[in-house]
């Protein structure tokens, strides 16, 4: 698939906000959720998995940090979900190592200049050995852990952009494979 194919792919894809119907069907996969912000406050905006009990009608939501929640429980809090950040929202970095550390389970994408862009899954729980240590790491689809530090130096963002940022991305990671 070239790069404006992806690109092209995700840009056309439909993020209009999701119902509980919608949810209901999407066990396993990553939503973006706005929630009402408290008098004075920001709005929270979150990634999270939803989980399906289908035997009992229940979704579940769980976040990041590890929280859970039923999503009749929360609902009347909830502004809108998404599958992605709306265009108007979404910021596509390139990600901190601060934003990185939030993201475990979600894609990002190196630019892996020339050979097109290159999707890496964040893997938190189990780090890979990098320097003196073992630290967090991004998992290729051929299963091969990076160190997220390498990574995130060459400029990871949640999706492929038209422009190259970097196009030493490959050589660096390369020659620390």
């Known amino acids: 698939m070239e790069n404006n194919e ?3 792919q995700y840009e056309a894809e439909k993020n209009d906000p999701l119902t509980r ?3 209901l069907k999407m066990g396993g996969q990553p939503v973006w959720i ?4 408290d ?4 709005s929270i905006e979150i990634w999270a998995l939803v989980s399906v009990d289908l035997e009992n009608d229940e979704i579940f939501l769980l976040n990041a940090l590890g929280g859970s929640s ?5 609902c009347a809090d909830i502004r ?3 599958r992605h950040p709306p265009k108007k929202t979404r910021k596509n970095g390139p990600l901190t190592m601060a934003e990185l550390k939030t993201m475990n389970g979600q894609p990002v994408w190196l630019d892996n200049s020339p050979n097109g862009w290159k999707c890496f899954i964040i893997n938190l729980k189990y780090p890979v050995e990098y320097g003196k240590g073992f630290e967090p790491c991004g998992v290729d689809l051929w299963g091969n852990g990076t160190s997220l530090s390498l990574l995130a130096e060459c400029g990871l963002y949640h999706h492929p952009v038209k422009e190259t940022t970097d ?11």
């Open 6 to 8: 992806v690109i092209d």
């Open 21 to 23: 119907k919608d949810l």
């Open 34 to 37: 706005e929630f009402f912000p």
């Open 39 to 42: 008098p004075g406050e920001e």
């Open 70 to 74: 039923a999503y009749e429980e929360v």
């Open 80 to 82: 809108a979900i998404y």
């Open 167 to 177: 196009n030493n991305a490959l050589t660096a990671v390369k020659s620390h494979e």
